[in-house]
T-cell receptor, first 116, second 111 residues
Framework: DGGITQSPKYLFRKEGQNVTLSCEQNLNHDAMYWYRQDPGQGLRLIYYSQIVNDFQKGDIAEGYSVSREKKESFPLTVTSAQKNPTAFYLC???????????????FGPGTRLTVL | DAKTTQPPSMDCAEGRAANLPCNHSTISGNEYVYWYRQIHSQGPQYIIHGLKNNETNEMASLIITEDRKSSTLILPHATLRDTAVYYCIVRVVNQGGKLIFGQGTELSVKP
């Protein structure tokens, strides 16, 4: 099956610990994105990557880090510097990134992170 | 970045058409309107997008006004499985083509 996978679906961590969320896609997409969603709110962009070995900060990058060593993978690390890490995290990918405003983003199922 | 305004909630009878409005009065000429929906605790699902002309696919129709300041998503025959939060989004052309999500419209399809 083609698509975007995120693991795990639910994640619990103690305050002060770093945690890495996985995002993998087998759609051969160039661009990948991380969004955060808080209860009753829309999504906000954390980081995005248009090509391997390159990524850019989104609107709320503080306290997060990413890497893009492989085209199919874009892991997100939530560091202890993130003040309110409990949220629903969504990964997305698209085939061309900024080169196409009609370039549709497809989303994974999400990871719900709870920091205790 | 252009913002969108949607009613917070709507009801629709099963089998009837659901018409979801969206205002985007500050949209720029090269910005597209996208619609996604999200069922609780799942990732958003792409529905349709458009620039100026009306668009139709197997899921829905998108009607964009001539001045592009508003649009309407039409689900022609709503089913219970269409119950979800529907997001009207203006797609910017910078920052990786990010999607700017508002709070969306919670559509409840009732038997």
């Amino acid at each position: 099956d083609g698509g975007i996978t995120q693991s795990p679906k639910y994640l619990f961590r103690k305050e002060g610990q770093n945690v890495t969320l996985s995002c993998e896609q087998n759609l051969n997409h160039d661009a990948m994105y991380w969004y955060r969603q808080d209860p009753g709110q829309g999504l906000r962009l954390i980081y995005y990557s248009q090509i391997v070995n390159d990524f850019q900060k989104g609107d709320i990058a503080e306290g997060y880090s990413v890497s893009r060593e492989k085209k199919e993978s874009f892991p997100l690390t939530v560091t202890s510097a993130q003040k309110n890490p409990t949220a629903f995290y969504l990964c997305a990918s698209s085939s061309r990134g900024t080169r196409g405003p009609t370039d549709t983003q497809y989303f994974g199922p999400g990871t719900r992170l709870t920091v205790l | 970045d252009a913002k969108t305004t949607q009613p917070p909630s709507m009801d629709c009878a099963e089998g009837r058409a659901a018409n979801l409005p969206c205002n985007h009065s500050t949209i720029s000429g090269n910005e597209y309107v996208y619609w996604y929906r999200q069922i609780h605790s799942q990732g958003p699902q792409y529905i349709i997008h458009g620039l100026k002309n009306n668009e139709t696919n197997e899921m829905a129709s998108l009607i964009i006004t001539e001045d592009r300041k508003s649009s309407t998503l039409i689900l022609p025959h709503a089913t219970l499985r269409d119950t979800a939060v529907y997001y009207c989004i203006v797609r910017v052309v910078n920052q990786g083509g990010k999607l700017i999500f508002g709070q969306g419209t919670e559509l409840s399809v009732k038997p």
